[in-house]
Nanobody, 118 residues
Framework: VQLVESGGGLVQAGDSMRLSCAAS????????MGWFRQVPGKQRELVAM?????????DYADAVKGRFTISRDGDKHTAFLQMNSLNSEDTAMYYC???????????WGQGIQVTVSS
């Protein structure tokens, strides 16, 4: 499985942005996709996860609940993170992740920078 993120960049506080994560390869092995973020000097933290099978649905970090929405396209090849009401604390490198019990390990994208100016 390979993941490619797109959609990052520089926005102003209060603006919206949508990130995309396109999966390729053995996509049938993916059970969940999500987004983490990391700022220099801090650990990578969960932003949102979406179960592609089962009934778990989606999970969000408290800091983004009500502002961010994770979704996917119908054939599960691409996951999206819609980010609204962005603020400076959302500035980070965002990483897409794919998880599945048939994957040897979690698969990560290369990361994409999101910068919110105040």
């Amino acid at each position: 499985v390979q993941l490619v993120e797109s959609g990052g960049g520089l926005v102003q506080a209060g603006d919206s942005m949508r990130l995309s994560c396109a999966a390729s390869g053995s996509i049938f092995k993916i059970n969940a996709m999500g987004w983490f973020r990391q700022v220099p000097g801090k650990q990578r933290e969960l932003v949102a996860m979406l179960a592609l099978v089962g009934s778990r649905g989606s999970d969000y970090a408290d800091a983004v609940k009500g502002r961010f929405t994770i979704s996917r396209d119908g054939d599960k090849h691409t996951a999206f993170l819609q980010m609204n009401s962005l603020n400076s604390e959302d500035t980070a490198m965002y990483y897409c992740v794919a998880q599945g019990n048939r994957l040897r390990r979690d698969v990560w994208g290369q990361g994409i920078q999101v910068t919110v100016s105040s």
